[in-house]
């Protein structure tokens, strides 16, 4: 009977381990979703600044079709004045995007880290727990020392 016992503690200890890796697996698809629609959030938030900037473009060309004769731009250089602030308004556009996914990249890499933490966590916890249930002495010297923190 003490194999059935052993037997008993093992298939527990791998229905735990199972339920774990669930539950990780569960978080990761969790975060996946968000990063997909935040990637496309981004990508919308580009294409249509790129139409914007595109169009502001179209309208500063004098030899477009859409070109609009206004007063403005028969008043001497201030044609100019028009295309150079729609070149403008791209370039801060552009910046702005640039800035915008810059801080999500660094968003993801702080949720990434904070994941592999709590995974190194979890896993350390588990292992104290199995230790404490019963495993053999020598899987748990084997336990490398889990650091305490002072909060």
Not at 24 to 41: G, T, Y
Request: glycine letters at 6%; a positive charge; one cysteine or more.
């Amino acid at each position: 009977m003490p194999n059935a016992q052993a037997l008993g503690k093992e298939n527990t200890r791998l229905q735990n381990q199972f339920k774990t890796q669930e539950g990780d697996r569960e978080f990761l698809i969790k975060q996946l979703v968000a990063v997909k629609k935040d990637n496309a959030r981004l990508r919308e938030e580009l294409s249509t600044a790129a139409a914007a900037a595109a169009a502001a473009n179209k309208e500063g060309e004098p030899g477009s079709p859409h070109h609009h004769h206004s007063p403005s731009h028969h008043r001497g250089g201030q044609g100019s004045e028009a295309a150079g602030d729609a070149d403008s308004r791209y370039k801060e556009i552009v910046k702005r995007l640039k800035r915008l996914l810059e801080v999500e990249r660094r968003n993801l890499r702080a949720v990434r880290s904070q994941y592999q933490r709590d995974l190194q966590v979890r896993w350390r916890a588990a292992r104290v727990l199995h230790c404490f249930s019963g495993a053999s002495l020598a899987a748990c010297v084997a336990l490398p020392l889990l650091a305490v923190r002072a909060y």
